[in-house]
């Protein structure tokens, strides 16, 4: 079993752009919501095998997402893999928190389309 739907929550046009330009490219079915609410939101209502979340978004933190669909009964999602995204320098608390509770963390200026396309194909769905 493979992953195949991704959510992708991510406020930068032109990094968001090229995840889900990459991601389709490779065949999977790729949705893509800019705002913190609506991201949450997406990831409620419909069932994703991977959510990639960036940290700094407008509206709601990637790292209060990560809680909510981690933690909270309404956004619960244990069958979703989460990989958090950031340039954002955390510190250590507040980044072991973060990836204790996501599948990955992935610096983004380290990360190109073809390394994050490696990292989701070695990643299982949790179904």
């Known amino acids: 079993m493979a992953i195949k739907t991704i959510l992708v929550i991510e ?5 968001g752009e090229m995840y889900v ?12 919501m800019v705002g913190g609410n609506d991201g949450l939101t997406a990831a409620r209502n419909k069932p994703y095998d991977l ?3 960036d ?3 407008p509206e709601k933190r990637g790292n209060e997402i990560l809680e909510a669909l981690r933690n909270d009964k309404e956004d619960l999602v244990p069958n979703t893999r989460i990989i958090v995204l950031t340039n954002f320098e955390q510190d250590d ?3 072991m928190a973060m990836e204790h509770n996501a599948d990955a963390y992935l610096i983004k200026a380290e990360i190109t389309p073809k390394k994050l396309l ?4 070695n990643l299982t769905p949790l179904a």
């Not at 330009?21 to 893509?32: P, T």
Request: glycine content about 4%; hydrophobic content about 45%; proline content about 0%.
């Open 51 to 53: 959510i990639l979340l």
């Open 55 to 57: 940290v700094m978004l």
């Open 11 to 15: 406020d930068d046009r032109f990094i």
């Open 21 to 32: 330009r990459s991601l389709k490219k490779e065949g999977y079915e790729v949705d893509w």
């Open 93 to 95: 608390e507040s980044r």
């Open 118 to 121: 490696e990292v989701v194909a």
